[in-house]
DNA sequence: AAACTCTTTGCAAATGAGTTGCATTTATTG
DNA sequence: CAATAAATGCAACTCATTTGCAAAGAGTTT
């Protein structure tokens, strides 16, 4: 990933890509330039809630508008929480690694020869506009953590959580 | 992907996996052996729903312990909606074209370096437990069809469908 | 074969990410 | 500053997937 945001000034990207300047996307923009890691929608709702008012659904307008316009870019899970980072930073284009414990996802080395791997294959079947590299597992911290440390849970009925079987 | 299915034999998969051979388990394990590309739970539900009564929380729980036996390996996509694929067939592990308008996920043939690729990756973080090569784009169906062709759409809320802006 | 015990189902209800229509508020322009 | 197209808030909705619990089954033991 590019170390600094250099070229990734907020407004600029904003009229670059032909984004009226509301609040609510300066804000958004503003949380995805300074992530450490990728962000998923609910990540960028709790970052942005603080300073302005913002609604959900407003935060997956935007998204969609930033992707559609290449300056973010949307990186699918398992679990259907999707996450978003940005393009300028970022690059190249590199693999991701999952946890599964805690749902985090986290930047890889872009391998050296991934890029021209990529290539090749985009070269077979001209179909393909995006490719994704996608590895799961525990996370060191997961790792360390309780063996039995319980897996957070998104789906399901409402009601008393299951403490021990 | 392995042509034949030679030892991918229903009953001997069920035993090795200590899995009981219950009608429904046969049938999803029949299901996915005799499928031509991954199969998501939906599709598996549809496919079984002929011959014996099953229910789609089945079709859930028996895919997630076929899949903690080894003998599925689980596709996710953008979306939300995973697919499923026999292990011992699509060998060896490779990459799948995820089609964003009809939403149908196909097999790509295994990059010869793939593995290799793959291989590196796992000693450089041992947490790793899964790999997975995503492409997206227009499937040739999709592409060909007329263009304006509305993409599936999977939620939102009820109503008239809009035909035309 | 009947009784018993451990699994697996079916059903109903829920969850949560992501969508959509529509009324209201803004950003931008003249 | 008024006019207008674009962006946002809100409420309602979709849908893949998950969970608790009670009923039905499978494999085993009398
Ligand atoms: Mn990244
Ligand atoms: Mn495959
Ligand atoms: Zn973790
Ligand atoms: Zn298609």
């Known amino acids: 990933m590019v ?3 250099g070229h990734c000034d907020i ?18 923009l503003t949380a995805l330039v300074h ?39 949307e990186l699918a899970t398992d679990h259907g929480e999707n996450f978003f980072e940005m393009a300028c930073r970022h690059n190249p284009a590199h693999p991701h690694f999952y946890c599964r414990s805690c749902r985090s996802l986290a930047c890889l080395p872009s391998a050296g020869n991934q890029e021209r791997w990529i290539r090749e294959y985009r070269e077979a079947d001209e179909a393909i506009e995006t490719v994704a590299i996608h590895f799961t597992g525990l996370c060191r911290r997961c790792r360390s953590e309780n063996a039995g440390h319980p897996v957070r849970r998104l789906r399901g009925p409402r009601g008393d959580r299951r403490v021990s079987p």
Do not use: C, W
């Open 3 to 5: 170390p600094g945001m």
């Open 11 to 28: 407004h600029a990207t904003l009229e670059r890509a032909g984004l009226s300047k509301t609040s609510q996307r300066v804000a958004v």
């Open 35 to 73: 992530a450490e890691t990728p962000l998923s929608a609910r990540d960028i709702l709790e970052r942005v809630s603080g300073e302005g008012r913002i609604n959900r659904v407003t935060v997956y307008r935007i998204l969609a508008s930033f992707k559609a316009g290449g300056i973010i870019r």
